[in-house]
């Protein structure tokens, strides 16, 4: 329970910090950095969001009412799978084949971690 508490806090403070740099800057110029800690609070605050959701559904589903560490790698290697899309999107390569292949590796990715832990 204290690990939900802790995640849920990053991820508002996260979703905080990006609506603050998209309302106070531009995208021209804000620089490397304000790039690197973009794509850094969406992942935090995807993170976060996703973890909710998979209590939510352990919860109503399994009955469960705590979160493994698996757990938390399944939601850490989705919360990835928008990150990707919108770097493919940045590139202009959108497209089936693009998205093909990012489900392929969200799918060996969980496949990963489904089998090592």
Do not use: C, Q
């Not at 508002?12 to 973009?38: H, K, R, W």
Request: aromatic share 14%.
């Amino acid at each position: 329970m204290k690990h939900n508490r802790i995640i849920i806090t990053i991820s508002i403070i996260g979703l905080a910090a990006l609506t603050l740099m998209l309302n106070v800057t531009s995208p021209t110029e804000i620089g490397p950095f304000g790039v690197l800690l973009f794509f850094t609070t969406l992942y935090v605050s995807l993170f976060g969001a996703i973890t909710l959701g998979l209590m939510a559904f352990y919860r109503l589903a399994f009955k469960k009412t705590t979160l493994v560490g698996k757990d938390y790698l399944y939601s850490a290697v989705l919360a990835f799978g928008p990150i990707m899309v919108l770097m493919a999107r940045s590139f202009g390569a959108i497209n089936l084949w693009t998205m093909a292949l990012i489900l392929t590796f969200l799918f060996l990715a969980e496949f990963l971690v489904a089998k090592r832990m």
